[in-house]
């Protein structure tokens, strides 16, 4: 006889199971930390990690430095692969442009600061080359040429 899963129990989820289960957290515990701060919300709505979420209902995650605005699909209490995770939920294309947006632009702020900081120290010719011009630049302002 072939097991079937529970409806009952399918049908309903905590939400902090359900954003654990969609592996939007490593552990329960920061699921509910962030339900607990406001990070979470249902169609808008703040929530406590105990409500239960439902098909269809549209969700908004704070996960610094990005935010998600996803809609349920499906709902599981179990923890499974990345893959069977992305199942559980769709990811808006607002929330997926503005996420690509923000990672656009953290890299470019990142390669602007590599560029303003140099390459390392200066090599030997560098150096010499350094020097050459300090020693110029003392020779014309005492005047001695």
Same mark, same amino acid.
């Given at each position: 006889?072939?097991?079937?899963?529970?409806?009952?129990?399918?049908? @309903?989820v905590?939400?902090? &199971? %359900?954003? %654990?289960?969609?592996?939007?957290? &490593?552990?329960?515990?920061? $699921?509910?930390? $962030?339900?607990? @701060?406001?990070?979470?919300?249902?169609?808008?709505?703040?929530? !406590?990690?105990? /409500? +239960?979420?439902?098909?269809?209902?549209?969700?908004?995650? #704070? !996960?610094?430095?990005? #935010?998600? /605005?996803?809609?349920? *699909?499906?709902?599981?209490? !179990? =923890? =499974?692969?990345?893959?069977?995770? +992305?199942?559980?939920? *769709?990811?808006?294309?607002?929330?997926k442009?503005?996420r690509?947006?923000?990672?656009?632009? $953290?890299?470019?702020? /990142?390669?602007?600061?590599?560029?303003?900081?140099?390459e390392? =120290?200066?090599?030997?010719?560098?150096?010499?080359?350094? /020097?050459?011009? !300090?020693?110029? =630049?003392?020779?014309?302002?005492?005047?001695?040429?």
């Amino acid at each position: 006889m072939k097991h079937e899963p529970n409806t009952e129990a399918a049908s @309903k989820v905590r939400i902090d &199971k %359900w954003l %654990w289960a969609a592996r939007f957290f &490593k552990t329960r515990s920061l $699921a509910t930390d $962030a339900i607990n @701060k406001n990070r979470v919300q249902i169609d808008g709505q703040s929530v !406590k990690p105990s /409500r +239960q979420i439902q098909l269809g209902e549209m969700l908004s995650i #704070e !996960k610094p430095p990005y #935010e998600f /605005r996803i809609q349920v *699909l499906a709902l599981s209490d !179990k =923890r =499974r692969s990345a893959s069977d995770a +992305q199942q559980l939920y *769709l990811e808006t294309d607002e929330s997926k442009a503005a996420r690509e947006k923000q990672r656009l632009e $953290a890299r470019a702020d /990142r390669e602007a600061r590599l560029g303003l900081a140099g390459e390392g =120290r200066p090599t030997k010719k560098q150096r010499r080359q350094i /020097r050459s011009f !300090k020693e110029q =630049r003392n020779h014309v302002q005492t005047g001695d040429e």
